[in-house]
């Protein structure tokens, strides 16, 4: 999960969708 927040907000988006 570390790497999602290192990516930015476009991982977090993909998981609001």
């Known amino acids: 999960m570390a790497d ?4 930015g907000s476009t991982n ?3 998981l609001k969708n």
């Open 4 to 7: 999602d927040y290192s990516n």
């Open 12 to 14: 977090l988006d993909a």
